[in-house]
């Protein structure tokens, strides 16, 4: 007989191989159950078959429950469901969840949903929303309430919360959030409303990380406070931005980033259907900004994610249409790019560089450099950056991008199909 941590190992070693994992669990008791905390580690109820299925497994099988710690839960139409009136019956089945992902949802189809929303989930650390849904204040504060030990919250753009009569929040009976420990939120920063109940109920001196969508030039407006009370903690800033004039009003904001480290800009073309064509050119003037932003020696990491120009989902806009070559008149400034990195490198010893770029054509992610030859016409002869400071530029290149995996997403092998899902 092998000891058991070795059995454990090899079992935990399978923890992608469903069917192998299946087979292993039919081989003897302590097997059984090492399997078993991999195949019910992550549980996905996207659909009202899944629904019966799992009610089913529990019902038959308790104790798998206490193997869940990634739940998902959506349904692919608005139509209502059993799921919208048993989900809070779900959670406390699995009663080790720590991260929660809720697709297209109705969270409270009926209103005895409030009164079961008082039993705190406090295992619950990452809550994501994202699917449509359509809030009323206090429904909202009270769903955030139920989830004491937060230390992630993701809402996506398709939350809409609408702020109480009177735009007061003070005759809420909510109560006030005081085990939660937030470290990163992302938000759609048009969510003006969505702010403000954030404010008024979530303790945001302990945020860490913050990261924004912004979707038009004045949207940084309906963030403002939410902008200010962050940016004394906020270590990390993840951006999404439609031009580069965002990115300077919140450098210049009245409360400095004085503690950010690592900022991370992101190409709407990632993440959207369709683009104006000057993306993502605007890069080069928000690093040109940040080249003369008075507190740039704090950065520790600088990120720079966009599709591979020309293979994005460019469209040419309407007073384009009628100027022949426009597009192969307008070539992406790698040269001046790199040049803008090295010269902020030099300036700063401690700063680093990843360069992440969405290739379709490509099988899988690998790491490069901007002079690989594979690259063809979008390729540098020289690099002036990896000629100054070879070890502080990463180059990645891969075919998709999962906006939800690691902290403002990453590049990925395959499409997500299970955010697509829930999304």
Not at 102 to 114: H, I, P
Not at 312 to 329: C, H, I, K, N, S
Request: aromatic residues 8%.
């Amino acid at each position: 007989m092998l000891p058991a941590e070795i059995q454990d190992e090899i079992v935990d070693q399978l923890s992608g191989e469903p069917r192998v994992l299946k087979a292993c669990a039919l081989t003897c008791h302590h097997w059984a159950r090492r399997a078993q905390r991999s195949l019910f580690r992550t549980v996905s109820i996207l659909h009202g078959s899944h629904h019966k299925r799992v009610k089913s497994m529990l019902k038959a099988h308790p104790g798998l429950a206490q193997f869940v710690r990634v739940l998902s839960i959506g349904k692919p139409d608005p139509e209502r469901a059993e799921l919208d009136v048993e989900w809070p019956e779900l959670l406390l089945m699995m009663d080790r969840v720590e991260e929660l992902n809720v697709g297209t949802l109705n969270l409270f189809a009926r209103g005895d949903v409030r009164e079961r929303l008082k039993t705190y989930f406090p295992r619950v650390r990452m809550l994501r929303l994202l699917g449509t849904h359509s809030l009323q204040c206090d429904d909202f504060l009270q769903f955030l309430a139920a989830f004491r030990s937060l230390s992630l919250l993701h809402l996506s753009d398709q939350v809409q919360v609408t702020p109480p009569i009177g735009g007061s929040m003070q005759h809420l009976d909510v109560p006030p959030t005081t085990d939660s420990t937030l470290v990163s939120l992302t938000l759609r920063a048009a969510s003006g409303s969505t702010a403000a109940c954030l404010l008024y109920y979530l303790p945001l001196r302990t945020l860490r990380r913050l990261q924004l969508k912004f979707d038009k030039l004045d949207s940084s407006l309906d963030c403002n406070g939410l902008l200010r009370a962050a940016a004394p903690t906020v270590e990390e800033l993840v951006l999404r931005l439609p031009s580069y004039q965002l990115l300077a009003i919140i450098l210049q904001s009245p409360v400095p980033f004085a503690r950010l480290r690592r900022l991370h800009l992101k190409d709407a073309g990632l993440e959207v259907s369709a683009v104006d064509y000057r993306y993502p050119a605007w890069m080069l003037s928000a690093l040109s900004h940040i080249a003369r932003w008075e507190m740039r020696a704090n950065l520790r990491e600088i990120v720079l994610s966009m599709p591979l120009p020309g293979t994005g989902p460019y469209q040419r806009p309407p007073e384009m249409v009628e100027l022949p070559g426009a597009f192969a008149d307008f070539p992406f400034p790698w040269v001046s790019l790199d040049m803008t990195m090295a010269r902020l490198a030099q300036d700063n010893e401690d700063l680093t560089f990843t360069v992440n770029i969405r290739y379709p054509t490509l099988d899988k992610v690998k790491q490069t450099t901007l002079t690989d030859p594979d690259w063809g016409h979008s390729r540098l002869r020289e690099s002036r950056m990896e000629e100054v400071r070879p070890h502080a530029l990463r180059v990645f290149v891969g075919p998709h991008w999962d906006a939800l995996a690691g902290f403002g997403g990453e590049l990925c092998n395959t499409r997500p199909r299970f955010r697509t899902a829930l999304a």
